[in-house]
């Protein structure tokens, strides 16, 4: 099974982007590239709907906006918080983990997510947790979506933790550089997979 969460709340904020993305989710069904999707208000809801799926998961994209380090659900962050014991996400977090498929992809299509320190952290500390892939980017993203890395469990990031910064440094990143054609690992949001070349090895 290969479902799709976006972010329902972006309506008269945040580029009021739910109604693109649902639209994007209907196309990916019809394209075949997703079996369900479901348009939410909190990550308690999406990650309850999917731990609830009734047959392991292949893979999961995530829509919605993001920063270094998180994907976000209107202003909730997901981020490595997330994954310690106590957190109110890890419940729902550790039953995900138990209905993902072996080698399952878990994929942020977030501005930045993946980029600068804590980015990195993120998505090895995640990856881990799940055991299972996971994928996002360093860039702000929109048609085109650029910086697109993956990693598999007990592998580090191979990407450069400046990439896709545009102001401030690693350890403190400021602003994102945008997408384009040419910035390295690009695609643009009518592609639905990331190239296997593409994880860290």
């Not at 878990?106 to 993946?114: D, K």
Request: charged share 20%; glycine share 10%; proline share 4%.
């Amino acid at each position: 099974m290969r479902v799709l969460v976006y972010d329902r709340t972006c309506v008269t904020t945040g580029g009021g982007l739910s109604l693109p993305w649902a639209a994007g989710s209907h196309l990916y069904r019809g394209l075949r590239r997703i079996d369900a999707s479901l348009g939410v208000a909190t990550w308690d809801e999406a990650l309850a709907w999917l731990a609830s799926r009734p047959v392991p998961i292949d893979e999961i994209q995530y829509w919605g906006h993001g920063t270094w380090g998180n994907a976000l659900v209107a202003r909730e962050a997901l981020d490595a918080s997330s994954l310690s014991p106590g957190h109110r996400h890890h419940k729902h977090l550790s039953a995900l983990r138990e209905g993902l498929a072996p080698d399952a992809l878990v994929w942020f299509r977030t501005c930045e997510t993946v980029g600068a320190r804590r980015g990195i952290d993120f998505a090895e500390r995640l990856s881990d947790f799940l055991d299972a892939r996971v994928a996002g980017h360093t860039h702000v993203i929109g048609f085109h979506q650029s910086g697109l890395h993956g990693l598999s469990p007990g592998k580090r990031a191979d990407w450069s933790a400046e990439e896709g910064l545009a102001a401030g440094t690693a350890d403190d990143p400021r602003r994102a550089k945008g997408s384009r054609p040419w910035a390295t690992r690009t695609i643009t949001c009518l592609d639905g997979a990331v190239p296997a070349e593409w994880f860290a090895r």
